[in-house]
């Protein structure tokens, strides 16, 4: 079993930017591909960012490329997300989820944190 839990979520204003932070416990972290994904009211929960565990290799979304920045800190059993120039469609529920698979569907993922809302204001 691997326990996520996230931090850094709040009120931000466009433009502006927020660290998420993803604290993991449990079986072996670094094993893990990590993933972020977001939800929005009505809508379908949808990939965000992950970072593979041995390489290092990240991959993002179209929108939030050039944007939005998943690193891990493997010693603290912690990954990341920095989202600089937040816009007002950033605002959802921020997940970070742990698997096995490096991939883009929600499904691939085993273990989920309990989310983190994150609300961007015009």
């Known amino acids: 079993q691997v326990q996520l839990v996230e931090f850094g979520g709040g009120l931000a204003q466009a433009r502006d930017s927020l660290r998420l932070s993803c604290a993991a416990s449990?079986?072996?972290?670094?094993?893990?591909?990590m993933g972020w994904f977001r939800q929005a009211p009505v809508k379908e929960r949808e990939f965000v960012a992950a970072i593979i565990s041995s390489a290092g290799t990240t991959f993002y979304a179209d929108s939030v490329t050039g944007r939005f920045t998943v690193s891990r800190a493997t010693a603290k059993n912690t990954v990341y997300l920095k989202m600089n120039s937040l816009k007002p469609e950033d605002t959802a529920v921020y997940y970070c989820a742990a698997g096995d698979i490096a991939s883009i569907l929600a499904r691939r993922y085993d273990y989920w944190g309990q989310g983190t809302q994150v609300t961007v204001s015009s």
């Open positions: 449990g079986r072996t972290f670094s094993r893990y591909t």
